[in-house]
T-cell receptor, first 116, second 109 residues
Framework: GAGVSQSPRYKVTKRGQDVALRCDPI?????LYWYRQALGQGPEFLTY????????KSGLPNDRFSAERPEGSISTLTIQRTEQRDSAMYRC??????????????FGPGTRLTVT | EDKVVQSPLSLVVHEGDTVTLNCSYE??????LLWYKQEKKAPTFLFML????IEKKSGRLSSILDKKELFSILNITATQTGDSAIYLC?????????FGTGTSLTVIP
């Protein structure tokens, strides 16, 4: 069956450019999470949505990062004026249950962002 | 500060050995602890634990949670080369999932 998909899989951009990363969750999954994972580290929470409502964005590192999920399905993580330190794997995960219930999440393959 | 700590950081064993991976957590409003296996791509879900003392088992893998001592272990018996991966645990606090840095397991033939 279809899992979580993310696009693009790889993105190389120049410093100062804006990038938009897309996540398509498993159909019917109500909660969607964004993580950033540096090499050799576990995923670091960024933000999550229940349906279209952003519930917690406390993990977003600064105001250059934003996320939306306007129709409660596909989500976009946008990074404005990218910096080299933004280079990482960005992963999205979705869950059948509302965020906070502790249900298992299913991860997408990630977008590898490189800022040059 | 909420945190999840895993140990050891890395482990190398021979096929057939049994391994125990540790995860300790300090999270407010703890709801559950999850284990994932991460190979080259996305982490794949293994277990979710919410109650103390109840072992969850899947084939050669098993896991248990101790909510009094705030830790969980993941056991893998009769290891195989296909078990080589990074094993992540995550504490769910209600709103957030806090991941440890993982244990890198290498099983050599």
């Amino acid at each position: 069956g279809a899992g979580v998909s993310q696009s693009p899989r790889y993105k190389v951009t120049k410093r100062g450019q804006d990038v938009a990363l897309r996540c398509d969750p498993i159909s019917g999954h109500v909660s969607l999470y964004w993580y950033r994972q540096a090499l050799g580290q576990g995923p670091e929470f960024l933000t999550y949505f229940n349906y279209e409502a952003q519930q917690d964005k406390s993990g977003l590192p600064n105001d250059r990062f934003s996320a939306e999920r306007p129709e409660g399905s596909i989500s976009t993580l946008t990074i404005q004026r990218t910096e080299q330190r933004d280079s990482a794997m960005y992963r999205c995960a979705s869950s059948l249950a509302l965020g906070g219930s502790g249900y298992e999440q299913y991860f997408g393959p990630g977008t590898r962002l490189t800022v040059t | 500060e909420d945190k999840v700590v895993q140990s050891p950081l890395s482990l190398v064993v021979h096929e057939g050995d049994t391994v125990t991976l540790n995860c300790s957590y300090e999270v407010t409003n703890f709801r559950s602890l999850l284990w994932y296996k991460q190979e080259k791509k996305a982490p794949t879900f293994l277990f979710m634990l919410t109650s103390s003392g109840i072992e969850k088992k899947s084939g050669r893998l098993s896991s248990i949670l101790d909510k009094k001592e705030l830790f969980s272990i993941l056991n893998i018996t009769a290891t195989q080369t296909g078990d080589s991966a990074i094993y992540l645990c995550a504490g769910n606090t209600g709103n957030q999932f806090y991941f440890g840095t993982g244990t890198s397991l290498t099983v050599i033939p």
